[in-house]
């Protein structure tokens, strides 16, 4: 069973259009995240939810948009798509009680924008 | 700000031999430290983690002691083999941050036969 999971895997798109991550996770957890992960390989924070609230906003673009249905649902809106949203993005969850805890992460979704 | 540091990549070792990768931290408070690592075309799976000062995290033959005089987190272990080649990354939590993990930059390690 997997734990954490998004789809899709890979993404590829235009300029300019409008795409939808979606990511589920199985383990109960009260808080999921949004990671970008650039070319580099550098991970950074972009969104948090706990219990369907955001908690955590990063220096984003608003042309990203969370969306949380429920505590065990985390999408990813992105309006009007740039070549610099090219990355891949991950998923992750928690408890989301102390910074013990371990984040659970999904493979990952690979965007890029043409 | 929280930040983490580890050494810059990429590293190449022949099976068998020893890696270190180092980790120091700045952060205020008493923040958990964890390794991280990612596979070729895999998402993370967390290696190790310590929650407290001289906390020693082990995992697969990889071994880390949080110390927290010299605000580091290395990363070792005796033999590396071909099947450990991947990123790794130091990460802490807390602190002072909001609940997401901060990352280092990450280290690539491949390994030859």
């Known amino acids: 069973d997997t734990a954490v999971s998004q789809t899709p895997k890979y993404l590829v798109t235009q300029m300019g259009n409008d795409k939808s991550i979606k990511c589920e996770q199985n383990l109960g957890h009260d808080t999921m995240y949004w990671y970008k992960q650039d070319s580099k390989k550098f991970l950074k924070i972009m969104f948090s939810?706990?219990?369907?609230?955001l908690i955590i906003n990063e220096t984003v673009p608003n042309r990203f948009s969370p969306k949380s249905p429920d505590k065990a649902h985390l999408n990813l809106h992105i309006n009007s798509l740039e070549l610099g949203d090219s990355a891949v993005y991950f998923c992750a969850s928690d408890w989301g009680g102390g910074t013990t805890d371990t984040q659970y992460f999904g493979p990952g979704t690979r965007l890029t924008v043409l | 700000g929280n930040s983490v540091t580890q050494m810059e990549g990429p590293v190449t070792l022949s099976e068998e031999a020893f890696l270190t990768i180092n980790c120091t931290y700045t952060?205020?408070?008493?923040?958990?430290l964890f390794w991280y690592v990612q596979y070729p075309g895999e998402g993370l799976q967390l290696l190790l983690k310590?929650?407290?000062?001289?906390d020693k995290g082990s995992n697969k033959g990889f071994e880390a002691t949080y110390r927290k005089e010299t605000t580091s987190f290395h990363l070792e272990k005796g033999s590396v083999q071909v099947s450990d080649s991947a990123v790794y990354f130091c990460?802490?939590?807390?602190?002072?941050?909001?609940?997401?993990?901060?990352f280092g930059k990450g280290t690539k390690l491949s390994v030859k036969p």
């Open positions: 952060a205020t408070g008493y923040p958990s």
């Open positions: 939810y706990n219990n369907k609230e």
């Open positions: 310590a929650t407290k000062a001289d």
């Open positions: 990460a802490l939590r807390g602190g002072g941050s909001q609940g997401n993990l901060i």
